[in-house]
């Protein structure tokens, strides 16, 4: 095969694949009954020539056998008057019209048989015709079924799309180490910008309820030594005044667990500077 013959077929396959991709069920089905229905009406015309032609052969064979039969009645006229010759006339005119009268018959029969045939091939034809239009009403019912079946499945699988969803989990990530990032500078904001004794005894507060819980728990349980007795606290010395000067209010005395308390809540924030000095200093 030449170069030019092997292109040739590559063209008309490209086209007819243009072509079958182009092509539209619906509108193809459309087209072919549209076809069909200019086909029923160009075969009624032809049935009906046909039918046309048949009666008209009818009648001239009808008339020519009426006309044989007119010269049978002159030719025996033309015995009952004694004129022999003049009947032989008749019978001869008779005879012809006789011959067209059964060549017309033989033509009326064949061109009836004929038309019996396209009436037969008619109706099979709209028969067809009309099995056709219900079975393109089924097609097109099944191509829009299969469309919206397509139409759901490319939606499921649009939904289904893995990539998707690991977009969103890596996007709920991102914004969770955001916000984890946003509180981190918000506590070294507060640790290293604000009032750093109240935030120690905040902390303190915070946790010297727990503690004091536990303290409780345990001694019930037996697990912890009984907490000393309070002491009496002595009633505190009126304020002196001195003369010429403003009087400074004593010094208040604490118990002994109220001075352990203390004691440890000024270890434990002295423990708390060193270590935010320490990070400072990293």
Known sequence: MGIFARLADLIKSNINDLISKAEDPEKMLNQILVDMANQLIEAKKGVAEAIA???KLAKQAEAEAAKAAEWERRAMMAVRAGDDALAKEALTRKKEHDGHASAMKEQWQKQKKQ???IKLALRVLNNKIEEAKRKKAVLIARKRQAEARKKIQETMAGIQNA???ETFDRMEEKILQMEGEADAAAELGEEYSGDQLAHKFTTLEQTKGADDELEALKQKMGLAPAPPPKE?????????RVDGEEAHDQPVQLSQTEQDELSAALAELEAQEAAAQARMKR
């Open 53 to 55: 032609m048949e009666k």
């Open 115 to 117: 038309v019996d045939q």
């Open 163 to 165: 990539s998707a969803f």
């Open 232 to 240: 009496e606290e002595a009633p505190a010395a009126p304020p002196v």
